[in-house]
């Protein structure tokens, strides 16, 4: 069921950066709306497994084997479409499968965050032409060159900003699915070691508060 959800979002994220390319910003809203209602209901489902205590997660976790969160290619390539381009996720996939491929597709082609900044300076704004150029296969990294023009849209373009803003919110509903996972996993099998091979919670607590869009969380502080 979560991966069908996984799926939904990468084909809703995929047609958000269409719809920033063609600068329809009605739609570019409407999809991102859809996109923030299907991760609230992701969120949810947690509440459900949460019902499971530890001794029946137990009961049939050595029937998982090596299966793990780790197979969820889809996930990866999420991550790896909003700007988290860690490369060490690559390596977890066997050369030329097609999950590998999927993912290394990811890897070459531009973030939503990529999308948006195009869209920006499409628009005429001042965008560093050295964000515009950027090495598309890199993380998306603090920009503070670009805060200006972010401010400017804060205090001067309410249609616009409405959109920085869901996309703050599907920044937070990524993190608040991390958090929420994380102690879904300490409650059900503690300290473990995770069955894809990680240290289980400590591993999944250094991927929380990594924000997709470190500039919309700096300029808080700027407005
Ligand atoms: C009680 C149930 C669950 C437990 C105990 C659990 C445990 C874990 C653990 C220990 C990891 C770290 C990787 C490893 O070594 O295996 C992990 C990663 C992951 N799990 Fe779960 N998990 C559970 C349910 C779920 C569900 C329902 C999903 C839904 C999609 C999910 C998705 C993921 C993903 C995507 C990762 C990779 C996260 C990352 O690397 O940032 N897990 N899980």
Redesign the pocket.
Known sequence: M??LW?KQILHELDYLCVLLDRGDEARSLHTLKRVLTILKVVVAQ?DV?ET?TPLE?LSFRARLESG???Q?FQ?RELEYLLGAKDPRALARYPEGSDARKRIERRLAEPTLWDAFLHHLAAQGRAVPKELLERDVTQPIELAPALHPVLTEIYRKDPALSSLLERLVDLDEGFQEW?YR?VK??ER??GTR??????E??A??RT?LNRPFFPDLWAIRTEL
């Open positions: 979560y991966e996984f947690i497994l499971m997660f793990s969160g780790f969820s996930f991390r996972h879904m996993v059900t099998i070691i995770g069955t894809g091979g990680s289980g919670a591993y999944l991927t």
